[in-house]
């Protein structure tokens, strides 16, 4: 088969365009043609529209103040024209199963989309520029060959964009729900999320008024419910019939009407690239963000904001258009992370349902992160403290500084500092360094602070310089770690994570090669199958057999009562990241044809041996956790259903909470990084799996802590590289928020420091 022809590239051209072609006639479009025009009046601006002017999809349009402030800086006439059209509220109703929830101090504004291209249109029209509609552009190359600049704002489906594929590089997702844009021919005073149980599932309704006396409606829904509901039978009369019979409550008994309305799924739109010679790419065609968490056409009209901006200054097109590209690109990927997280809160809405009305509303509200409490703190202070109240905080005490008890164990906060592996022991013995780390951190305030990964055996070490329990003398050396932070820092709990590096082991110290194998003095490694970490670099491990699993069944049990001999006063068993017993887990992994591996039953087999094992030899009043990977964020390894299923055996054989990270299993991951990116999947285990969770992953600040806590998404929060930056990160966020009860006490000595010292003079 021929490789695909890429059509010539788009031409080199002066930075201040004389000849711009815009593609498309939405807002995005419009508003960059008539910013370019006001620009530089001498500029030939021609935008290309296929449809008539008075085609529009779609109904209401929400636009930010940030967005509007930006319209009004750049061009004082289009907003003033929009401020005589927008409607404003400030108001979120969450209606969920017969309860109303309202949360106040939002401050929203929008107006009728064809509205806004009426304005557009005018606006273009007084600066001079050439509106073509019912007309297709011409092709992309000569478009390009005979402009100096070709802004392409052909929506999502972009002709452009496909064009130039190989050179933009575009990554499309489908994702799950349904989803159809309806109108109502009334106001409501609140933008609105409403959930309906049906038979079939659930669907969700998000409305907000656009006019006086008018509404956008869209209705979502998971496509299995979809289809089971027969909605994807009906017509565009059918289904809007349907939409309004589901949410007669929120509509009053009143009808919704239809705008060539049809059921679609969101796709996500990616482009490693933006922009090529002098052609670019402008909102749905670069990129597209969920509804649920405001308008593509904000992100558009902020991108031609940008894109204008963007041309001042530089030598040539391309060269301005990278610029714009680089300026902008942070912000976009940072709004798309934003829209994944509150997207994936609505295809996951019927794991959220059975939280109590208030708590649904806050999770609801802070589903994208971008709503914290702290925001809600200072938009609406008495729905926030009404949520405080049935989380069960005492009047002044911030969720994260609440107790959570763990079997005999009470911590007096929420907070973990999380293990962090520091490769510097000798033959398995805790130092100095370790007794310092983990002291300054327990004196640091955190309710429970965990080791390292702690290995149960001289084979089962990542690294030379990693701890070890297989001796007693190693024992004696945690001793007098848990003996220092019971005595000076009395209220700590110290836990002690328990592992086998399985293939991953025999390796160098992170800062000598990550993962790479040392340079002499290898020692063999063992797996659930014979498969390397990285072929032809890591060596490949033996498969256990009968006597080796059950050896080191009896390694993790011996060390783990050297732990309890040491003080520990918790133990996880570290089954996460790739190491022995998540290589059983994992069915990347585990290749096995025995009883130890095939369906997730078999994959499970011996880690629950050995988590029975430890349980058994772990005093009975002393808590035990297990940490997984709650993914392995490649294709055929673990699913989200599979660390559900995973968590609820883990508790039927005794473990009191997960800890629950995410990845490190196979080196071609790839991660959906981002602020709390792992925090989803504990929150489906807690609320699934009905276990205790420790979140983990990109949480950094105590706002997020709190409203991971507040929502239900996590019972305790472990942090890593925050304790490195600030060993006493668990007081400092105590004193920003000022609070100095029980939960957070500073060590006597340390008392004089309890305020934030004064900076320099400001005046």
């Known amino acids: 088969m021929a490789e695909p022809v890429t059509p010539p590239g788009p ?12 593609v498309g006639g939405g807002p995005g479009g419009l508003y960059a043609a008539a910013l370019l025009k006001r620009r530089d009046p001498r500029r030939e601006v021609t935008v290309w529209e296929r449809n008539a002017p008075t085609d529009t999809f779609g109904f209401g349009v929400v636009l930010s103040d940030e967005t509007l402030g930006g319209i009004r800086d750049a061009d004082p006439a289009v907003y003033a024209a ?24 939002h401050a929203f504004a929008a107006l009728g989309r064809r509205r806004l291209l009426e304005l557009l249109h005018a606006r273009c029209a007084d600066l001079g520029v050439r509106l073509r509609f019912r007309a297709e552009a011409p092709p992309a190359a000569e478009l390009a060959a005979a402009h100096d600049l070709v802004v392409a704002a052909d929506g999502v489906h972009s002709r452009t964009r496909d064009t130039y594929a190989a050179h933009f590089r575009p990554r499309i997702t489908t994702h799950r729900c349904r989803y159809i844009w309806l109108a109502a021919d009334f106001a409501l005073d609140a933008f609105r999320f409403e959930t309906a149980e049906t038979g079939h599932g659930i669907a969700q309704l998000h409305a907000y008024p656009y006019a006086p006396g008018a509404s956008t409606v869209i209705v979502e829904m998971r496509e299995e419910v979809w289809r089971a509901a027969g909605l994807h039978a009906l017509d565009e009369a059918g289904s809007t019939a349907r939409c309004a019979e589901i949410f007669a409550g929120a509509l009053g008994g009143r009808k919704l009407r239809a705008n060539h309305s049809a059921w679609t799924a969101f796709r996500t739109v990616v482009n490693d690239h933006w922009s090529y010679g002098n052609t670019v790419l402008i909102g749905d065609a670069a990129h597209t963000a969920h509804f649920s968490i405001g308008s593509g056409t904000k992100l558009a009209v902020e991108d031609a904001l940008a894109l204008a ?34 997207l994936h809160w609505f295809e996951e809405l019927a794991g959220h349902a059975d939280r109590p009305p208030r708590r649904f509303a806050f999770d609801l509200l802070t589903r994208s992160r971008r709503v914290t409490h702290a925001n809600l ?3 609406d202070p008495a729905f926030t403290a009404t949520v405080e109240d049935d989380f069960g905080c005492p009047p002044g005490t911030p969720p994260m500084f609440t107790p959570f ?88 709990a110290l836990g002690v994570q328990l592992g086998h590096s399985g293939r991953k082991g025999s390796t160098r110290r992170m800062w000598e090669g990550i993962d790479r194998p040392l340079p002499e003095g290898n020692w063999p490694l063992v797996a659930a199958s014979p498969l390397p970490y990285r072929p032809g670099v890591n060596q490949t491990p033996d498969a256990l057999d009968r006597t080796g699993l059950t050896a080191v069944r009896e390694e993790f049990t011996a060390a783990a009562r050297r732990a309890a001999r040491s003080g520990f006063d918790l133990l996880e068993l570290h089954a996460a990241h ?51 990977s709650a993914t392995d964020w490649a294709e055929g390894g673990t699913t989200a259903e599979d660390a559900v299923a995973t968590a609820r055996a883990l508790a039927a054989h005794g473990a009191d909470a997960v800890d629950v990270s995410t990845g490190q299993v196979v080196p071609h991951e790839t991660p959906a990084y981002g602020r709390s990116y792992q925090t989803p999947y504990a929150d489906r285990i807690r609320n699934e799996a009905g276990i205790p969770v420790i979140a983990v992953g990109a949480i950094s600040s105590w706002d997020d802590v709190n409203s991971l806590l507040l929502a239900g998404r996590a019972d305790l929060c472990a942090l890593a590289r925050p304790h490195l930056y600030d060993p006493h990160w668990t007081l400092h966020a105590a004193a920003e928020q000022g609070y100095e009860g029980p939960a957070a006490p500073w060590p006597a000595p340390y008392r004089a420091g309890s305020r934030r010292p004064p900076t320099g003079r400001r005046d």
């Open 11 to 22: 031409r080199a051209a002066p930075a201040s365009p004389a000849r711009v072609a815009v």
């Open 82 to 105: 929009l401020d005589r059209e927008l409607v404003r509220w400030d108001d979120i109703d969450v209606v969920h199963r017969g309860h109303r929830t309202t949360s106040t101090g």
């Open 309 to 342: 901006d963007g041309l001042d200054g530089h030598r040539t097109t391309e060269e301005a258009l990278a610029a714009y590209e680089t300026g902008r690109r942070p912000v976009v990927a940072s709004t798309q992370r934003a829209a994944a997280a509150s």
């Open 377 to 379: 703190r200072l938009r």
């Open 405 to 492: 008890r763990l079997r005999g164990l009470t911590l007096r906060n929420r907070i973990v500092v999380s293990p962090m592996d520091l490769y510097v022991a000798e033959d398995g013995v805790p130092g100095d360094f370790h007794l310092v780390h983990l002291g300054s951190r327990a004196l640091g305030g955190a309710g429970l602070v965990m080791t390292e990964m702690v290995c149960v055996s001289p084979r089962g070490r990542i690294t030379p310089g990693c701890t070890g329990l297989w001796t007693d003398e190693q024992a004696a050396a945690w001793s007098r770690i848990t003996d220092f932070v019971h005595t000076s820092a009395p209220g700590t």
């Open 578 to 628: 790739g190491y022995l017993l998540s290589g059983f887990l994992s069915p990347l992994t585990n290749q096995r044809t025995d009883t130890y591996g095939g369906d997730l039953e078999g994959r499970l087999r011996f880690p629950l041996e050995v988590l029975d094992a430890v349980r058994e030899a772990w005093p009975d009043d002393r808590p035990l956790t297990v940490r997984i």
